[in-house]
Structure formats: C-alpha cells, structure tokens
C-alpha cells in the first residue's frame, strides 16, 4: 500500500524548519527542497558549474556559491529569478520524485517545500500542510533570524505566493502565532489524525 505523502509549507520565517523538525523526531520520513535546493548546486557538483554557467561568475568564490549575494539580487531582479530557478528546480523535481518512489515504512510522509503550491507540487500528493503566521510576526521573526533588515523581508514577503492564496489550498492549516507549545501541541493532534487515516 502507498504511503500517503502530505506537503508542508509556508512563507518566509512563518516556521516551516521548525515544524518539520518535530515531524523528524516524531520518526516520520520527510524530505527539504530548500536542502535539497543547496545540494544540487553544492560545490562539485555539475549542477553548480551549470548554475555558474548560467549566471556568472560574480556569484561563485573558488566553486562555492556567495547564497547570501545571490539571494539579494534574486528579489531585485524576475530574469536573475527565472535563470536560477531554470537550473535548480528540474534538479530538486528530479530528486523529489526519486523519494517519492522509494518505499517507507512511515505512517505518511512528510514533504518540504516553500514553492509547493507555485511550482504545483501539490498536485500530486494527499494533502497540504500550511504553517500560518501573521506578516508581522514574520516580519519580526525574519529580521531577527536572518540579521536582515524589515524591509529586506518585506520584499521577500511580497514576492512569495500571498498568504490567502496559500491558505486557500490547505487541507490542514497550523497556526504559528504563538509559542513552540503551541506549535508543538498541533502537530501532535495533526501527526495522531494522519497517523491512524
């Protein structure tokens, strides 16, 4: 029988790693795109030297990527966007679709992504799982985590799927307003309710 896979996602600082963390040590089997996303372009690899290729050299010091230079201009500039993303998201695709084949002896799977709804990722799985959070407290949460300005995450806020549109295609929505406690406690019921589905 098939394991059922659920996604699981949200906006910038809302808590997805948080979240996915507590699936991990509840034994479930989970897979991140955002590590994926930073294996397949990982120093070595070919698909770094096609990323280099692709967007210069600017962004690379002795075949490690400058994430931090790129993930600046990305927000400022749709070409550089689409570039990158023309390179990393058939190779994330790739990989996700190898783990969905394998098999798990997991209840159901658990799979990571902050583009699952743009890239229709949750077409093909059980469910959507949305971490919410309201934007101030991404707001807070993000500069203070990242060392980034408000601004700098209101830009990324603003470029990200709006939170109506996200929540518009959860089959399960954990708020994350409050405390770890809470967080804690809803993916508790959450992981019970699919466990036994």
Known sequence: MRTPVYGLTGG?????????????????DTLDTDQLARDVV?????GAKTLEDT??????????LNRVMLRADMYKSPVLKKNIEGVIHPLVLDAVNNWLKKRSLSPYRILCSPLLIETNQHEILDGVIVIDAP???????????DMRSIN??????????????????????????????????????????????
């Open 12 to 28: 910038i600082a809302s808590g997805k790693s948080t979240a996915l963390e507590q699936f991990v040590s509840l034994d479930i």
């Open 42 to 46: 990982a120093r070595g690899t070919s």
């Open 55 to 64: 967007i210069g050299s600017q962004y690379f010091s002795a075949g490690l």
């Open 135 to 145: 934007e101030s407290e991404q707001l807070s949460r993000g500069s203070n985590r």
């Open 152 to 197: 700098t995450i209101q830009h990324i806020i603003d470029a990200q799927l709006p939170r109506d549109t996200r929540l518009s295609h959860a089959t399960y929505v954990i708020d994350n307003s409050g405390d770890l406690e809470s967080l804690t406690s809803q993916i508790q019921t959450l992981h019970e309710k699919l466990s036994h589905d």
